[in-house]
């Protein structure tokens, strides 16, 4: 038995108001592997009313960032350089302030981990988690005023070979582009690994990334082992 204090109240918001009191007593069950602090009320999400979950973005600080979210409704501080804005993320604890939190309805407050521990079924359905328990997409909006730097993640050959490595495909969609903008997927033609290593010594591997127009509306599926920028 648990008293109404040890009770998070943000998990019976949707139960009636007789069993949120201070009466409230009965059987909960603690899902102590995924959070030894989160009570989960059986039943509770049953009450709620079907509802979208929204979130509150994370705002990340980039060198080639710029103040242009603001046109998408982010409160972009005029005297930093704001590169992604995440709207949706739930990754491993290694990675700081890399998760989501419910911004609207009973579970407010609640990470999407949190609750995604508490009502698992009900929020993914017969989706399924990541390795680590996690939400398998992250959802995010760049400004990118300079180039980003060069990246490429993951082959499926390189992840099967080395424990611990995980694919990562992208897609992406423009959403507003400046004129002459473009976007790097994958090499040019010709392109070798002595000439590829020289031009990242003299710092002008642009010659040998594929450049794409970024025009609005169109979509970039980059399959991860994509070299990106």
């Known amino acids: 038995m648990l008293s109404p204090e040890n009770i998070d109240t ?3 918001k949707g139960l009636p108001q007789s069993k949120a009191s201070s009466r409230f007593s009965g059987e909960l069950s603690i899902n ?3 959070n030894p602090s989160l009570i989960v009320i059986p039943g509770a999400f049953f009450h709620m009313k079907p509802h979208a979950l929204l979130f509150e973005p994370l705002l990340k600080e980039r060198v080639w960032g710029g103040t242009l979210l603001s046109r998408f409704g982010k409160s972009v501080p005029a005297s930093k350089t704001i590169g992604e804005s995440w709207e949706l993320a739930d990754l491993p604890d290694s990675i700081p302030d890399g998760r989501s939190r419910i911004s609207n309805g009973p579970l407010a407050g609640l990470t999407l981990r949190e609750a995604i521990a508490a009502h698992g079924e009900m929020i993914m359905g017969k989706a399924k988690l990541t390795g680590e328990g996690g939400f398998p997409l992250l959802i ?4 990118a005023r300079e180039n980003l730097s ?3 993640h993951p ?5 099967a070979e080395h424990p611990g490595s995980h694919l990562k495909s992208e897609a992406w969609y423009i959403m507003h582009a400046e004129p002459g903008s ?3 997927n994958g090499f040019n033609g010709g392109v070798t690994r002595e ?3 020289e031009h990242l010594r003299s710092g002008d591997i642009r010659k040998d990334l594929r450049a794409v127009p970024a025009v609005a509306g169109d979509c970039h599926y980059l399959p991860s082992g994509t070299c990106h920028a």
């Open 155 to 159: 082959t499926a050959r390189y992840a």
């Open 150 to 152: 060069v990246q490429v």
């Open 182 to 184: 473009v976007i790097y």
């Open 10 to 12: 943000r998990l019976i």
């Open 195 to 197: 000439s590829f290593a």
């Open 32 to 34: 102590a592997a995924a």
């Open 140 to 143: 995010k909006l760049l400004d």
